[in-house]
């Protein structure tokens, strides 16, 4: 059979294309799909900067353990703890020695990064930076600066701390792997992914166990991230990585702030169980 071309049609008459209201179908159309599409991708971009910082996590396990086996078991000191009030280092704490140095909030460069006893492990500054921390540098008297922050995570206070000048204020913690008991390590909280508005120096604090008198409130001393699905994520001092998924929205509100009474509890105690007790 002989096909119909353009030349066969009458002059001024062509092939019949889209209508204008069929071409606007069409678009409604993509336009309804696309809409059903975006909070899934949404959802997988989410996911894929949770498991990019899990694998951060896991990086920086891998290098803590490298240091250990380079010193005969010794755990990765944990030396910069930064007092607000003197803006100094706290007594007994010192800048020289320590797994990362400096302020997260006001690091422009990842100088002191470099500085830090785990740098030579892994040349890779990107590793101390969650994907979801859209958190930007500012200066101490509290403008923002178009320059994304450098560190977003800090090492458990029961990770090799240094004795405080006050020893009523002694947190506990272990010097070296074979001394980890109580938590054992799979439950021992190594690596920390710290909110945005409460990450400080580089030391994760919380009232461990039997810390103070019972009838004292509990307080974040630092509040863990949210940013992963109302989640944070966690390495530990076995070397396995984990993300833990919250009861209830981490909200920063001040430093040392009360744990919400509308069931944050939970929370507050699933952190807790992960650091060394304090002894009675």
């Known amino acids: 059979m002989r096909k119909t071309t353009d030349s066969d049609l009458p002059v001024g008459r062509h092939l019949p294309g889209f209508s204008l209201v069929e071409l606007l179908v069409v678009i409604a159309i993509i336009a309804i799909l696309a809409a059903f599409l975006q909070p899934a991708l949404s959802l997988a971009r989410a996911k894929s900067r949770e498991v990019a910082c899990l694998n951060n996590l896991k990086q920086l396990q891998t290098c803590a353990k490298l ?7 010794f755990l990765l000191p944990n030396r910069y703890v930064y007092l607000l009030d ?80 006050d020893k009523a204020a002694l947190v506990p913690s272990f010097t070296k792997e074979s001394e980890i008991d109580d938590p054992p390590p799979a439950e021992l909280l190594f690596f920390v992914d710290v909110h945005e508005e409460s990450i400080f120096d580089s030391h994760f604090g919380i009232p461990p166990r039997n810390w103070g008198s019972a009838e004292e409130p509990p307080r974040w001393w630092d509040l863990p991230a949210g940013r992963h699905s109302q989640g944070g994520n966690f390495s530990f001092a076995d070397g396995h990585i984990e993300h833990w998924r919250w009861d209830k929205p981490k909200i920063f509100t001040e430093f040392g702030q009360l744990v919400r009474q509308d069931g944050e509890i939970s929370d507050f105690q699933r952190v807790q169980r992960g650091v060394k007790p304090a002894t009675q």
């Open 67 to 73: 240091y250990s086996l380079d010193n005969d078991d």
């Open 86 to 165: 003197t803006r100094s280092p706290a007594p007994g704490f010192s800048k020289a020695m320590t797994w990362c140095p400096g302020l997260a909030p006001y690091d422009t460069t990842t100088e002191n990064i470099e500085r830090g006893l785990l740098f030579r492990y892994n040349k890779s500054t990107d590793i101390y930076r969650c994907p979801s921390d859209k958190s930007f540098v500012q200066t101490e008297d509290g403008r923002f600066l178009n320059i994304r922050r450098t560190r977003s995570y800090n090492l458990s206070q029961s990770i090799n701390g240094l004795p405080y000048a």
